[in-house]
DNA sequence: GTCTATATCACGATAGAC
DNA sequence: GTCTATCGTGATATAGAC
């Protein structure tokens, strides 16, 4: 695995908490917010209901928690790779390196980060005060990627093009293919986390970005139905 | 709008059923099957609770007429693109035209078809009678897109490369841009459902395949840091 | 077809013993 | 820090009048 080594070695004197954490997180990844009752992430954890209310006060405090964990994680690698200075096409494949292998590691991840993002939670704010460190981070993760893009267009190392919408793709094309899970698993033909399959997954992303932006003009598309 | 008429048009003689599907499709859209209660697809649909379960025996049921009428919309607009005989670029040209309007005229297919792609229903199998109409449907969907790439590589006019992998960057690129909503505008800074936003993304996306399907052989990217 | 009532159950959250 | 017991609420679903 990749450099990070903080993860899930020797879990026999984990605490309570990150017990906790670790089965929520697959918990919700799985079936969202409120398809996860408080009653069986306790039992998941090997604790009784009221013994999980005394390590999160309230559920969305707990979701919250998780949610940062996860955006944590991916944040602090991206971030690692982002202050390295490289050329800009470089530097864009390492993020695609780093954000793929996070989420082929941590395989609730990159579920529980689409759901995230598309599903408008209305604790994401300034109502629940955990909400500004998932916003954060969010932030973070988001900006990085798109100073990234810029500075790449703005050297010419990348065709000028929409970053919003590079975003958006490639957020889509990364993100949904590891939350795809048996869909993803039953169009492959085979597992989507062996190192072979992850592997693929990368070649296949840096082959579409690298002609996706690459820097020559964009060719003018067909006619439009609408 | 697009060529279709069976729209929206004259809703006042429209019958519960559809009323219910219609207001149900929106409420799964936003929350997701769990996160929705039949008490309030009733009220928004202007009915009693036990007036809905007249139509409707079950939540499940309900939730899976809903996805098979999402579903259903599209594969016929997809399946009629699929049927012309277009040269295999220019057909996917308009397999995207039409899959993105689809998801712009109604704004809550994508998040529903997004939720039902990686949510992994226990519901979508051999259990419910009312899934294998739905099951159909996705089949038909990615079959029908799938047969059009291969085509497409044997003949030459696009890269030899990985059929589904290929597949879920298309779903990834498309699916999740009309299902980001607030986040989607926020990075966009301004509305995603306008006539010149949808233009943008369908030039934006064919401009990607274009040069990600381009018929030269595939550069061999850079390292792995894995 | 739509309604009022009700049955049954699980939910999030709390109280308080140990 | 973990437990048992409980509160209040809202969930799916049903019964039966109109």
Known sequence: MAGTADDATDRRDTSSRDKILEVAEALFARRG???VGMREVAEAAGLGKSSLFHHFRSKVQLYLAVLERVLGRLDDRQTAVLSQSLAPAEKLDRWMDVTIDTFAEQPASARLLLRALFEEDEFDGTDWPEGQAVDRRLASVLEGVARLLNEGM????FRAAST???????IGAALYHFASGEL???LLGGPMLSADAVRARKAEMKAFMHHGLAPRPAQSAGGDES
């Open 33 to 35: 917010f409120a398809g």
């Open 154 to 157: 703005k050297k010419g190392a």
């Open 164 to 170: 919003p919408h590079v975003l958006q793709t490639l």
């Open 184 to 186: 993803g698993e039953a």
